[in-house]
């Protein structure tokens, strides 16, 4: 028997699409028909927020926000979230309602979803959006840079302090990105692990020097392995104005840099144990 800890996340979905039972996982949002763009993303209580480090209407933000983060990242103009939330019965009806008022503001009606009763809170949300062009992650090109939409390790930093940082959302970017963007994803598993995306299904060699990458106040070079700070890596043949952190190679995997040597930063994976 092969546990889920043993193959992690993205063992489990190359299983899974190997066999043919899932297609089109390769990028951040689904793009279907008529340039229609989906996305769905879930936050577990316990497992990505915890009560005592946020409230609920920054839950429904950042709940939001993740999720806006793949259309950004697909160029997509956003349309409609769908959100379930799943709740004790004892949950408190102002919480729902402060839960709401937060994916309000992140400016993308809800027009629909389910609620259900649950041991924990666990809140999913579908984002729609249309774009006219989705890079996704496999067009990179020996010759390209790598570039970033801001400052990177905030997240990880917060965590370090016991709380959380409200998400970016980089739609304006994103759409600007994408126009001629050769690869295009979010940040939310950690700066190594996402290059790792662009190289595995582009067939290159991403090379990213840490010491080009813009730090967030008070964050170290090991909290850009944490992930979550939902800003934009793309591969384009110009900056346009946007941090260069690395570039494109012929070859395979990632190289990290710091002080032109070998550096080595985890992400995170779901599953994985430890």
């Known amino acids: 028997m092969t546990r889920l800890s043993e193959i992690g996340e993205l063992g489990l979905l190359a299983e899974l699409e190997s066999r043919g039972l899932i297609a089109g996982v390769e990028h951040d949002a689904a793009a279907l028909a008529d340039g229609l763009v989906a996305t769905q993303d879930a936050l577990v209580e316990n497992v990505h927020f915890r009560f005592d480090w946020l409230g609920w209407r920054e839950l429904g933000f950042r709940a939001?926000?993740?999720n806006l983060s793949d259309l950004a990242a697909s160029g997509?103009?956003?349309?409609?979230?769908?959100?379930?939330?799943?709740?004790?019965?004892?949950?408190?009806?102002?919480?729902?309602?402060?839960?709401?008022?937060?994916?309000?503001?992140?400016?993308?009606?809800?027009?629909?979803?389910?609620?259900?009763?649950?041991?924990?809170?666990?809140?999913?949300?579908?984002?729609?959006?249309?774009?006219?062009?989705?890079p996704g992650r496999a067009g990179a090109r020996a010759g390209?840079?790598?570039?970033?939409?801001?400052?990177?390790?905030?997240?990880?930093?917060?965590?370090?302090?016991?709380?959380?940082?409200r998400p970016p959302v980089r739609l304006v970017e994103g759409r600007a990105l994408a126009r001629t963007a050769h690869a295009l994803m979010d940040i939310s598993d950690g700066l190594a692990v996402d290059a790792a995306h662009i190289a595995r299904r582009s067939g290159v060699r991403c090379v990213i020097d840490l010491d080009a990458v813009p730090v967030a106040p008070g964050a170290t070079v090991e909290d850009l392995g944490f992930g979550?700070?939902?800003?934009?890596?793309?591969?384009?043949?110009?900056?346009?104005?946007?941090?260069?952190?690395?570039?494109?190679?012929?070859?395979?995997g990632v190289v990290l840099l710091r002080d032109g040597e070998p550096y080595e930063l985890r992400g995170w994976e779901h599953f994985r144990a430890g």
Do not use: I, K, Q, W
Request: some cysteine; glycine content about 14%.
């Open 76 to 134: 997509a103009e956003p349309e409609a979230l769908l959100v379930t939330l799943a709740a004790p019965g004892t949950t408190d009806v102002g919480d729902v309602v402060a839960f709401y008022e937060g994916l309000a503001e992140a400016g993308v009606r809800v027009a629909g979803g389910d609620t259900t009763s649950a041991g924990c809170v666990v809140v999913s949300v579908t984002a729609l959006g249309r774009s006219e062009r989705v």
């Open 228 to 252: 979550e700070d939902f800003e934009l890596l793309a591969a384009v043949e110009s900056p346009a104005g946007y941090a260069v952190v690395g570039r494109v190679e012929a070859g395979e």
């Open 64 to 66: 939001a926000a993740v």
């Open 144 to 165: 390209d840079v790598l570039v970033v939409t801001g400052a990177l390790g905030a997240a990880g930093a917060a965590f370090r302090a016991g709380r959380y940082v």
